[in-house]
Structures are given as structure tokens and as C-alpha cells.
């Protein structure tokens, strides 16, 4: 069995492999087998009987934590097998946190650490109080606009003679009268002043060029508003069109898409870290916050039915009660449907960089999306013919690739099937190729 989440192997033991121990009791519990390689083969392991005794020690005097230490023997070679069992205080060897994750151990640091260490007392960040926020740190404007919001909706419990002060206690926004880190992100007037990064920041691009870039500054309610605005004013076009006497604007994207993934970029996003970051790109737009999935999650999950898990639930109940958000844990998929219904390829949903992020792409027939639908070079080339000339004939498919008729069709008919192309209604001599959905 290879090594994996809750196994590791050891040819000899080093004090070094305190570290992983601490990791396991951190995480999810685990085994270490000292006596074995990398590919779980045994090798043998000199002075067993001493390590029996010096083991189980060492880590009750490291970690204060009893661990099950085991001798086994295979073929005739010893080893030594380390369970650690998981714990739900948090865990330090000399003042340092390690943790478990994937095959690999890592060092819990800076808002990591803080994070995991709110985690195993109970909290979650937005729930811990902020000491230097009062209720005249509350812009009463937005707090107004979310009250008639959640109204509409009907998701909030009756508010009608309470104070604004009764109003966030129903809301969990406080705890003995003081304002929780959730308050100031959702309704705060200056939310930067406490945490200097809540800002999001806009930039557009020209391959790895920056061609002019916006700071958006304000609380969660205003984000959502003004990144939306200046992202439809100054960085994406709006496509006109005219039925009867009205006037229609259409967006380079669907609107719920691009509101959707600004939505989960700011309700889920670890506060402590980088700020969040909108690159538009003149095929897609990214949009990027700190924070990595759940360990018990991953991408492809979130393009399914999922159980939700946010990073910051007192945050996500108030949006949901705002009507921001329809339901927990379905942003994603309807991220992905409502591109799908917008004819736009799939978004790519990937951790990157210690975050989440989320692509749109505006063009289906860019080569990297085409690539990954499976065409080949000479089909690549045919779709870049097809986009200057506006239609392919089964012979000029033949002399551009320098191919047989036989491989010109077979390729045609899959461009065909793959809806890149469309065929023409006439058949025979006559018959072209041109693009779908045109």
C-alpha cells in the first residue's frame, strides 16, 4: 500500500519523526511503520528493542499524547509500527504545529495556524469577537438595504420593533454586546481599518501585461455592488441589441455566473490573507481569493450536489437570509449551468496559490478549449480557417492538412459531432463546414 493520508514509512527512525507524529494527532490520525521503504517494502530495523521503550517516551515527553507503539516481524525483519490516534485539542511539539494533509506533512504558520487553532477550540474566524469594532463602526445604510433584502425573501425571523442592536444578537453578529469579526466584514463602514485586506482588486489584461487596474474598497454588501459596477462599466463590453423599440444589454458572461463567483470568492475567503483578485483577460476572466478547499473536498465535487462546508458560516447564513445566496453549496453548480446555458465552455474550478479560483471563458474556440475538447493540430487548424474564411469545404480541408479524403471526413464528421462545426444543408459537391451556433 503506498503512502497516502494516514500512512507513512520510515526505513529508520529519526527524532525529526516527532513532526509527523504531531501531524497525524492533528489531523485525522495515522500510522508510521519505522522498518520500512518508500514503496512499503520491509527492511529490517537494528535496535528495535531500545526503540520500544525510547518511542512512546519521547513523544509523551514532547507532546504530552500516548501514541500505540507495536513490534512486528516479517521474514524474519523487525519493524515497528506508530499509531497515533487524533486529538481534538490542538497538539505542539516545542511550540510548533504540524498537520497532516494528503501524504505530506506540513507546519501550521501564520493564518493557517490560526485557523486550525479556531477550529479545534470550536470557531470559526468570523465568529471571534472583535474588540476594537462598536456599533459606530456600523454603516446603518447597507444594514437598511439587507433588511428590506431579506424581507423580500422572507428568510429572517420578525424584526419589527427591534433595535438594530436586538437585530445583529438574532443574527449571531454578537456575543455579550460585542461586535463579532462577521459584523464588521457584512456591515461595517471601513472593514480595512481591522483587516487590512478585505479590499478586491480588478485588473485587465494583456496576456501577462496589466493595462489598467481598480482598487474596490467596503464592506461584504458594498463589494458585491460596486465590483459588479465597475465591471460592467469599464471591464467588460455589454453587447447591444434592439427588439422592437427596446433596448437590450446583454453581459460578455451570465449575470448570475459572474455574480455567483464574486459571491463565493467573498463569502468563503480567508480574511487574514491576500486580498481577493478579478483578472479580465480578453477570452475569460478569473476571478481568485485566499483560502483552500475543505480536506475533505475537492474540485470536481463541487461541479456535483455537495454537502456545504463554508469557511466563514455566520457570514453564509446572513447572505443566505439577505437572499445573496439561494442555498448552501450550490454556487458552484450553478456557476457551471448557467455557462453551460450561455453556450460558454465549462469554468475551470481549481485551488491555486494557497486559494480558490474560478475562470470564466467568454470563447469556446480558443485553442486551449479546443485542445481540451480532443481535437488534433489539423483540426485546430481547420477551426482557424473556418474563423477567417467563415466556411471549410472536405477539399480544402484535404490541402490545408495535406490528408486523404477518407481522413478529412472522419475528422470533419467528429468536428461535427463535437458541435464545433456545423454541416451545411446542402449535400454532395456543394457541402461546406462553418461554425456552430452561427
Same mark, same amino acid.
Given at each position: 500500500?503506498?503512502?497516502?493520508?494516514?500512512?507513512?514509512?520510515?526505513?529508520?527512525?529519526?527524532?525529526?519523526?516527532?513532526?509527523?507524529?504531531?501531524?497525524?494527532?492533528?489531523?485525522?490520525?495515522? %500510522?508510521?511503520?519505522?522498518?520500512?521503504?518508500?514503496?512499503?517494502?520491509?527492511?529490517?530495523?537494528?535496535?528495535?528493542?531500545?526503540?520500544?521503550?525510547?518511542?512512546?517516551?519521547?513523544?509523551?515527553?514532547?507532546?504530552?499524547?500516548? %501514541?500505540?507503539?507495536?513490534?512486528?516481524?516479517?521474514?524474519?525483519?523487525?519493524?515497528?509500527? @506508530?499509531?497515533?490516534?487524533?486529538?481534538?485539542?490542538?497538539?505542539?511539539?516545542?511550540?510548533?504545529?504540524?498537520?497532516?494533509?494528503?501524504?505530506?506533512?506540513?507546519?501550521?504558520?501564520?493564518?493557517?495556524?490560526?485557523?486550525?487553532?479556531?477550529?479545534?477550540?470550536?470557531?470559526?474566524?468570523?465568529?471571534?469577537?472583535?474588540?476594537?469594532?462598536?456599533?459606530?463602526?456600523?454603516?446603518?445604510?447597507?444594514?437598511?438595504?439587507?433588511?428590506?433584502?431579506?424581507?423580500?425573501?422572507?428568510?429572517?425571523?420578525?424584526?419589527?420593533?427591534?433595535?438594530?442592536?436586538?437585530?445583529?444578537?438574532?443574527?449571531?453578529?454578537?456575543?455579550?454586546?460585542?461586535?463579532?469579526?462577521?459584523?464588521?466584514?457584512?456591515?461595517?463602514?471601513?472593514?480595512?481599518?481591522?483587516?487590512?485586506?478585505?479590499?478586491?482588486?480588478?485588473?485587465?489584461?494583456?496576456?501577462?501585461?496589466?493595462?489598467?487596474?481598480?482598487?474596490?474598497?467596503?464592506?461584504?454588501?458594498?463589494?458585491?455592488?460596486? %465590483?459588479?459596477? /465597475?465591471?460592467?462599466?469599464?471591464?467588460?463590453?455589454?453587447?447591444?441589441?434592439?427588439?422592437?423599440?427596446?433596448?437590450?444589454?446583454?453581459?460578455?458572461?451570465?449575470?448570475?455566473?459572474?455574480?455567483?463567483?464574486?459571491?463565493?470568492?467573498?463569502?468563503?475567503?480567508?480574511?487574514?490573507?491576500?486580498?481577493?483578485?478579478?483578472?479580465?483577460?480578453?477570452?475569460? @476572466?478569473?476571478?481568485?481569493?485566499?483560502?483552500?478547499?475543505?480536506?475533505?473536498?475537492?474540485?470536481?465535487?463541487?461541479?456535483?450536489?455537495?454537502?456545504?462546508?463554508?469557511?466563514?458560516?455566520?457570514?453564509?447564513?446572513?447572505?443566505?437570509?439577505?437572499?445573496?445566496?439561494?442555498?448552501?453549496?450550490?454556487?458552484?453548480?450553478?456557476?457551471?449551468?448557467?455557462?453551460?446555458?450561455?453556450?460558454?465552455?465549462?469554468?475551470?474550478?481549481?485551488?491555486?496559490?494557497?486559494?480558490?479560483?474560478?475562470?470564466?471563458?467568454?470563447?469556446?474556440?480558443?485553442?486551449?478549449?479546443?485542445?481540451?475538447?480532443?481535437?488534433?493540430?489539423?483540426?485546430?487548424?481547420?477551426?482557424?480557417? %473556418?474563423?477567417?474564411?467563415?466556411?471549410?469545404?472536405?477539399?480544402?480541408? /484535404?490541402?490545408?492538412?495535406?490528408?486523404? /479524403?477518407?481522413?478529412?471526413?472522419?475528422?470533419?464528421?467528429?468536428?461535427?459531432?463535437?458541435?464545433?462545426?456545423?454541416?451545411?444543408?446542402?449535400?454532395?459537391?456543394?457541402?461546406?463546414?462553418?461554425?456552430?451556433?452561427?
Amino acid at each position: 500500500m503506498p503512502e497516502q493520508q494516514n500512512i507513512e514509512y520510515k526505513s529508520t527512525w529519526h527524532e525529526d519523526y516527532l513532526k509527523w507524529v504531531c501531524g497525524f494527532a492533528n489531523a485525522q490520525g495515522g %500510522v508510521i511503520y519505522i522498518g520500512k521503504n518508500d514503496n512499503g517494502d520491509v527492511v529490517g530495523l537494528e535496535g528495535y528493542r531500545r526503540l520500544m521503550d525510547d518511542i512512546p517516551n519521547k513523544i509523551r515527553n514532547a507532546m504530552g499524547i500516548i %501514541v500505540e507503539v507495536n513490534l512486528h516481524e516479517e521474514a524474519g525483519k523487525h519493524l515497528i509500527e @506508530i499509531i497515533t490516534y487524533p486529538y481534538s485539542v490542538p497538539i505542539s511539539l516545542r511550540g510548533r504545529y504540524y498537520y497532516r494533509s494528503g501524504s505530506t506533512k506540513q507546519e501550521l504558520t501564520g493564518a493557517s495556524l490560526n485557523e486550525f487553532l479556531l477550529k479545534k477550540s470550536g470557531k470559526t474566524w468570523d465568529d471571534v469577537i472583535e474588540p476594537r469594532a462598536s456599533f459606530e463602526d456600523i454603516d446603518e445604510n447597507t444594514f437598511s438595504a439587507f433588511l428590506k433584502m431579506s424581507e423580500e425573501k422572507g428568510r429572517m425571523p420578525e424584526t419589527i420593533g427591534l433595535t438594530i442592536r436586538e437585530v445583529f444578537d438574532k443574527l449571531l453578529l454578537t456575543e455579550n454586546g460585542q461586535l463579532k469579526r462577521s459584523a464588521v466584514i457584512l456591515f461595517g463602514k471601513n472593514p480595512t481599518k481591522f483587516y487590512p485586506n478585505t479590499f478586491v482588486k480588478i485588473g485587465r489584461f494583456k496576456g501577462n501585461d496589466i493595462l489598467f487596474h481598480d482598487v474596490v474598497e467596503g464592506n461584504l454588501i458594498t463589494l458585491l455592488r460596486e %465590483v459588479t459596477n /465597475q465591471l460592467n462599466h469599464k471591464y467588460l463590453i455589454q453587447k447591444i441589441h434592439f427588439e422592437g423599440l427596446y433596448r437590450i444589454e446583454t453581459g460578455e458572461y451570465p449575470t448570475p455566473a459572474i455574480r455567483e463567483t464574486l459571491l463565493n470568492a467573498l463569502i468563503h475567503r480567508n480574511y487574514m490573507g491576500a486580498m481577493t483578485q478579478i483578472r479580465v483577460y480578453d477570452d475569460s @476572466i478569473n476571478v481568485w481569493n485566499g483560502g483552500t478547499l475543505p480536506e475533505d473536498m475537492d474540485s470536481e465535487a463541487l461541479k456535483r450536489p455537495h454537502r456545504s462546508s463554508p469557511r466563514n458560516p455566520i457570514i453564509a447564513d446572513v447572505c443566505f437570509k439577505g437572499g445573496l445566496i439561494d442555498s448552501w453549496g450550490s454556487g458552484t453548480i450553478k456557476i457551471i449551468d448557467t455557462c453551460k446555458q450561455a453556450e460558454l465552455p465549462e469554468p475551470e474550478l481549481v485551488e491555486q496559490q494557497g486559494g480558490f479560483s474560478v475562470t470564466l471563458f467568454k470563447n469556446r474556440l480558443t485553442v486551449e478549449q479546443l485542445t481540451k475538447r480532443g481535437l488534433n493540430d489539423r483540426q485546430l487548424r481547420a477551426v482557424e480557417y %473556418v474563423k477567417e474564411k467563415g466556411r471549410i469545404t472536405n477539399r480544402e480541408y /484535404q490541402n490545408i492538412n495535406a490528408i486523404s /479524403q477518407r481522413t478529412a471526413s472522419r475528422e470533419l464528421s467528429d468536428l461535427v459531432e463535437k458541435e464545433v462545426l456545423k454541416s451545411s444543408e446542402t449535400k454532395g459537391a456543394g457541402s461546406y463546414f462553418y461554425l456552430f451556433g452561427e
